[in-house]
Structures are given as C-alpha cells and as structure tokens.
C-alpha cells in the first residue's frame, strides 16, 4: 500500500516520468520480495544486508541506482510519519565508478564513412559526420552552420556558435575544404528547403540525423551505441594518441574561449593540420 502511495507521489507531486516511476517500482518491489518483511519491519540489519548482495551481483553504478531508490522511499515514509526512525540512514553517499566515455577507433569512423550511400542526403550525412570528428564541434553547432561561417582568409575557418552565443573558430584543411566547397555546389542545391535556407544543412534536425546515424552505424556492423557526440569524444583520444599537448585540445574542443586572432598566436597550426591529416575519412 505504501509502494503506492509513494508511486503517487512521485507522479502527482515530484511530476516524475512514467519510466523513472516503473524504475521505482521495479527496485522496490525486487528489495521487498529480498527481506520478506512489511516496511514498517524493516531495519537498518535488512538493508545492509539487500546492500551487500547488491554488491555481489551488480555493476556499481547499479548499486548506486537502487539504493538511491531505498533512501528516497524510506525519506517519504519518515517525513510523512509512517515509521519513527529512517532505516536507510545508515547508508553513506556513495561515489560513482568512474566509466571513460565510449569512443570509435579511426577504423570503425572510417566504416561508418564509407557506409553513407552517395545521394544528395546521404553525402550531406557523411559531411556531417566528417565535420563532427574533425571539429570537435556539437552536432547543434554543425547543424546551425551557415554557409556565411565557412572563412577563406589565410587558413580555412569554420565558424561555430557554441555555449553562451560566443564563436569557436575550428580549423580544417584544404582537401577537406574542397569536399565541402563540392557538396555546397552540386549536391545541396538537390535537397529540400536548399534555396529558402542560408544553413549548410538546409533539411536535417537533430533528432532527425541522430536517426539517420543509427541506420548508418548498423549498416557498417558497428557493435557500438553510436550518437553524434561519440565523435567528439573519439577527436579527444585521437588527439591525445598524437601527442597533442592539452591546451591544442581544449582550443579545438572550445573549452577556451578564442578569436582567430588568438588561434593564429597560440595554437600550433602545422600541429594541428598533421593530426588532422592522420585522421582523414578517405576520398570521395
């Protein structure tokens, strides 16, 4: 009865989503039918004893999860005086275990490259995904691109709008330059929208591409959960695997805030030409 009203609260007043609330009833019910007692009954022996045959089975983040779920059951109960003494307070807070962000190798970015079929959409896929890895940039900012943001003065510039409306300049190089000075001319003049829009991408959201990618990815028989800021996570370890000093990728990520003034001063641009030349997607 008291799973229930729990349930209700979390769905009426906390406005919970019906996933996180069958998350809630899944771990309470699966730790009640574990101490076969009323929860009113239960004590802090019971709990640490769910706790330590958590241990034995699960991952730690998953340890984590469930017991988050006890402490804020047994919250409830003792706030709206259903028990006199909050059981779960005896468990401490628990750091998470640390888990690297998952990455594709140069080979499975290579894959997915080569698996985007040559139309109009699917080559403006491909440009998506090449400027994703090579840029470091949020698939938001890729998508916000307009063809005014590609600058042609002394090295070749994009120009993207990231965190707070402040612009990050990411370099790139001439073939690659070609590539898209090749996909403006002949093949985004045959997409949808191409003539009202000023974007590089006239015709594709977020949502839309995230999909297009998963077709992609599968079609290249990669295993992986593969997402748009895979990518940017994958630049920082082909960056790193170079030997390129942090500053070169915080710059290139947009940890730091920078104009072409000061990218053109601190940045090693023959370095960071190199590392994007060993990580070039193959020719069209």
């Known amino acids: 009865m008291q799973l229930k009203n729990f349930l209700e609260f979390l769905k009426f007043e906390k406005r919970s989503s019906q996933n996180t609330l069958n998350g809630y009833n899944r771990d309470l019910t699966q730790f009640f039918l574990f101490v076969k007692k009323d929860f009113s009954e239960i004590g802090e ?15 730690k983040n998953s340890v984590l999860r469930k017991v988050s779920v006890l402490k804020t059951f047994y919250k409830f109960c003792y706030l709206n005086k259903l028990i006199t003494k909050d059981p779960a307070g005896i468990i401490k807070n628990l750091k998470r275990e640390y888990q690297p962000p998952e990455t594709l190798t140069l080979e499975e970015i290579k894959q997915i490259v080569d698996n985007c ?20 940039a949020m698939i938001s900012e890729i998508l916000n691109l307009k063809i005014k943001d590609i600058e042609n ?24 330059e070609i590539e898209i000075k090749n996909y403006l001319e002949i093949y ?16 594709i959201r977020r949502e839309k591409f995230w ?10 028989k990669i295993e992986k959960n593969v997402y748009p800021h895979i990518f940017r996570n994958s630049l920082v370890g082909i960056l790193s695997e170079a030997n390129a000093d942090i500053c070169i990728i915080q710059e290139v990520l947009g940890k730091v805030n920078i104009t072409t003034a000061k990218i053109k001063k601190n940045v090693e641009k023959s370095k960071l030409k190199m590392i994007y030349n060993n990580i070039k997607l193959g020719d069209d």
């Open 188 to 203: 985004r003049p045959k997409l949808k929208n191409a003539n009202e829009s000023l974007k590089i991408f006239p015709d």
């Open 117 to 136: 079929p040559n139309t109009p959409a699917g080559i403006q896929n491909r440009l998506i995904i090449k400027l994703l890895i090579v840029t470091g």
């Open 153 to 176: 003065q002394y090295d070749k510039f994009i120009k993207t709008l990231g965190k707070n409306s402040k612009y990050q300049i990411k370099l790139i190089d001439n073939s690659f």
């Open 45 to 59: 022996k019971e709990i640490s004893s769910y706790i330590d045959n958590l241990n034995k089975k699960l991952r």
């Open 211 to 220: 999909k297009n990618l998963k077709i992609i990815a599968q079609n290249a």
